[in-house]
């Protein structure tokens, strides 16, 4: 019912930013949280940031300070803003959509690569 497209990703150095993008479309409920999740080659996904659509947020604490998460609630999209990146912000970040209802939903992108390194 519900697609998640990312976009944004790619490589950079140390230091440098990136802003991701996450569209979703289909069946979209009123009221949820979308957010961002990573995961490195090896090690299991862990959460980076999420945002209720009532504008509520959450960070990692390792992205504290760094990245920002907002939304666009009348295009269910969702960003990321990353700076001063380092090496260890490698991975692949997954886009998340969890509507309100129908309860247990759970929703991923496919995914877009980011790397930092000089």
């Known amino acids: 019912q519900v697609q998640l497209v990312e976009s944004g990703g790619g490589l950079v150095q140390p230091g440098g930013s990136l802003r991701l993008s996450c569209a979703a479309s289909g069946s979209i409920f009123s009221d949820y949280v979308m957010g961002w999740y990573r995961q490195a080659p090896g090690k299991q996904r862990e959460l980076v ?10 960070y990692a604490d390792s992205v504290k300070g760094r990245f920002t998460i907002s939304r666009d609630n009348a295009k269910n999209t969702v960003y990321l803003q990353m700076n001063s990146l380092k090496p260890e912000d490698t991975a692949v970040y997954y886009c998340n959509y969890r509507p309100a209802l129908p309860i247990n939903s759970n ?6 690569q980011v790397t930092v390194s000089s």
């Open 49 to 58: 940031a999420t945002i209720h659509t009532r504008g509520s947020t959450n």
């Open 107 to 112: 929703y991923w992108g496919q995914g877009t």
